[in-house]
């Protein structure tokens, strides 16, 4: 399971861009790159986001006039103009658009990362189960404000019992999950979060597993 988010650049600096995409990408994020802004209402089109960093001057369609055609669209993905534009009115106007924050070039590495991570985890709240605390942006999970030690794929399977409460979930599903996929394994997979996170867990013979609600 793949726990990246996805993060879209605009940006026509070629030298930057590729500056930007390697930060982003040390720091474990998704990057799709694209020059101008109709590209932008493409790659929206076909895919989701869970970030928009978009310079304001590039070519077809500038920055601010592309994040007006997506919040009309009902687009509420979080936005950061990235800009060489330093005036107030500038500034304003991309507020006015529908932006989040608004960095001017040239910025801090340090810094631009701090506010990414403030928006996603702003935007990633966490579950909270019984005295479970599962933190959906880190996939991390947290028992009376301990850490617990698990497993990738003890989480990502973790992750789909506790967003489908009460949900019985197929066993096929919990397979794509899994390198070696199997009943048996799955039966001890699910043995180990019930014993690790005292949960109830329970099974639908030949079917699958879901967790109980309180």
Do not use: H, W
């Not at 990246?4 to 799709?32: G, R, W």
């Not at 579950?127 to 794929?153: A, P, Q, W």
């Not at 009943?183 to 997979?189: I, N, P």
């Amino acid at each position: 399971m793949d726990n990246k988010k996805n993060i879209l650049l605009l940006e026509d600096d070629t030298i930057l861009a590729q500056t930007m995409v390697s930060l982003l990408e040390q720091e474990n994020y998704n990057v799709t790159l694209v020059e101008d802004g109709e590209e932008v209402l493409t790659k929206t089109y076909e895919n989701k986001y869970d970030l928009y960093l978009f310079d304001i001057n590039v070519p077809l369609l500038n920055g601010t006039n592309t994040l007006k055609l997506l919040r009309e669209a009902q687009d509420t993905t979080p936005t950061f103009f990235i800009t060489a534009l330093r005036d107030t009115a500038s500034i304003l106007n991309g507020f006015d658009c529908g932006c989040d924050d608004y960095i001017k070039k040239p910025f801090d590495s340090d810094e631009l990362l701090a506010r990414i991570k403030a928006v996603m985890k702003r935007n990633n709240p966490v579950i909270k189960y019984k005295n479970i605390t599962f933190d959906l942006l880190d996939n991390r999970i947290f028992l009376d404000e301990e850490e617990i030690s698990l497993g990738s794929v003890e989480k990502d399977v973790f992750s789909l019992l506790i967003k489908n409460i009460g949900k019985t979930i197929d066993k096929s599903i919990f397979f794509d999950y899994m390198n070696k996929p199997s009943d048996a394994a799955l039966r001890v997979l699910i043995s180990k979060l019930k014993r690790v996170l005292n949960v109830d867990i329970s099974n639908t013979k030949g079917v699958g597993y879901k967790l109980e609600k309180i």
